[in-house]
């Protein structure tokens, strides 16, 4: 056995530490060819060192380094998404456990409100920020508007893309819950872009709330609160 081979944990183990099943279950999986190191397919009696090797499931990237943590917050209104602020305003981070070190996945505008991850995983954090990847948010969005509702001919706008100064948005899924209440799912990330896209059809945003990331969805959370992801969670946010 090769020296690389003979150094670090057993594979298995660093599988099932990380919810794949029992080392058994996590043997089948090596065996079948489904797991991957460094981009190699993994054999039995695979070692790995946990603070460098890339081991990934089915194509998909598992963080085995030892310590990350996951969680998910609802933000409230008036909390800034940032790691430090200069104002002595709330963050994020304040709001969840000071150890160990995380920071905020994207952000959410400072009078926005909803789902924001907080992680210590850099590589979920690139692959849920990252243009080229095309990561879902979704939103629910209140917006001034008549009676009637917005027109179907604004969301048929919002749907096929806005002119904006820093350039065309992608198409987007917007729908009406109800007369003035926007469901709008985007894949791009810029700087207040839902609001900036109603703003150009002529509707205000009035409230902005974040209710899905990828896959990430949780109704329960009230403002302020936050839980730990589940390893079912964070794997299902790192497909590709």
Sequence with gaps: MNDELATGERLQKVLAQRGFGSRRICEELIAQGRVTVNGDVAVLGRRVEVDHDVVAVDGVAVGVRPGLVYYVLHKPYNVITTAKDTHDRVTVVELVPQEPRVFPVGRLDLDSEGLIILTNDGELTHHLTHPSFGVEKEYLVHVRCGAEGVPESALTKLRR????????????????????????????????????????????????????????????????????????????????
């Excluded at 469901?183 to 900036?196: A, D, F, P, S, W």
């Excluded at 109704?219 to 794997?235: A, F, Y």
Aim: aromatic share 2%; charged share 25%; hydrophobic share 40%.
């Design 161 to 240: 893309g806005i002119e904006l100064e820093d350039g065309v948005t992608a198409p987007a899924q917007v729908g009406q819950v109800q007369p003035g209440v926007l469901r709008i799912v985007i894949h791009e990330g810029r700087h207040r872009q839902v609001r900036r896209m109603c703003d150009a059809v002529g509707h205000e945003v009035n409230r902005l709330v974040r209710t899905r990331i990828g896959a990430l969805t949780d109704s329960t959370l009230k403002p302020g609160e936050w839980r730990h992801l589940t390893t079912q969670e964070v794997r299902a946010l790192a497909v590709r």
